[in-house]
């Protein structure tokens, strides 16, 4: 990338950080990410369509660098903690510092391109280490295909994750991120977790 876009870039990731740190995502308009990153209107649509999925794509940048370990997660700890209890926390530490944009982004859900980048970072993650080690999953019901199998496996468990943070966002005190991370982790079926 060359020096100016990535001028470009960071301005406006600061943008729409701080624009939807402040209001609704919903409420933000191009003109404002356009003046608050110093940029036309024309080069803001070089980068995304709009505000929602400028700022879905900013944090899905955070969530892709902190999803990254999980590519070497074994199929189990070795200890009474489950393989997830580091990324977990990981997870939930990223919500809390950006917790206003994220709150900013409920309606009561988490908006469209907000909810679905979490989902998505989360879905490939699980569905990664699951292909790694097949041996965990449950044996599939017959007549479902081993990747369908997965997919569903894993579809539960990002969007119960996902609505587990909502719920956690909705509460108010996001200081209890260890806390928070055990909650999501025991509700989460046995097979996944690779405890010891």
């Given at each position: 990338?060359d020096?100016?876009q990535?001028?470009?870039r960071?301005?406006?990731?600061?943008a729409?950080?701080?624009?939807?740190?402040?209001?609704?995502?919903?409420?933000?308009?191009?003109?404002?990410?356009?003046?608050?990153?110093?940029?036309?209107?024309?080069?803001?649509?070089?980068?995304?369509?709009?505000?929602?999925?400028?700022?879905?794509?900013?944090?899905?940048?955070?969530i892709?660098?902190?999803?990254?370990?999980?590519?070497?997660?074994?199929?189990?700890?070795?200890?009474?903690?489950?393989?997830?209890?580091?990324?977990?926390?990981?997870?939930?530490?990223?919500?809390?510092?950006?917790?206003?944009?994220?709150r900013?982004?409920?309606?009561?859900?988490?908006?469209?391109?907000?909810?679905?980048?979490?989902?998505?970072?989360?879905?490939?993650g699980?569905?990664?280490?699951?292909?790694?080690?097949?041996e965990?999953?449950?044996?599939?019901?017959?007549?479902?295909?081993?990747?369908?199998h997965?997919?569903?496996?894993v579809?539960?468990?990002?969007?119960?994750?996902?609505?587990?943070?909502?719920?956690w966002?909705?509460?108010?005190?996001?200081?209890?991120?260890?806390a928070?991370?055990?909650?999501?982790?025991?509700?989460?079926?046995?097979?996944?977790l690779?405890?010891?």
């Amino acid at each position: 990338m060359d020096p100016r876009q990535a001028r470009t870039r960071t301005a406006l990731r600061a943008a729409i950080y701080e624009l939807a740190a402040a209001q609704p995502i919903t409420e933000v308009t191009v003109a404002q990410v356009a003046r608050a990153a110093g940029i036309t209107r024309d080069t803001f649509y070089r980068h995304a369509t709009a505000p929602e999925g400028l700022l879905a794509a900013f944090l899905g940048e955070e969530i892709d660098a902190l999803m990254a370990p999980m590519e070497s997660l074994p199929a189990s700890s070795g200890t009474e903690l489950s393989v997830f209890d580091e990324p977990e926390r990981q997870l939930l530490r990223h919500v809390a510092r950006h917790a206003e944009i994220y709150r900013n982004a409920m309606t009561p859900r988490l908006t469209g391109p907000v909810r679905d980048t979490l989902v998505d970072r989360i879905e490939a993650g699980l569905l990664a280490h699951l292909e790694r080690h097949a041996e965990i999953a449950p044996a599939a019901q017959p007549g479902i295909a081993r990747e369908r199998h997965f997919r569903l496996l894993v579809a539960y468990a990002g969007g119960g994750t996902v609505s587990a943070i909502e719920a956690w966002l909705r509460e108010g005190d996001l200081s209890d991120v260890d806390a928070a991370a055990r909650t999501i982790i025991a509700a989460s079926p046995d097979w996944w977790l690779g405890r010891a």
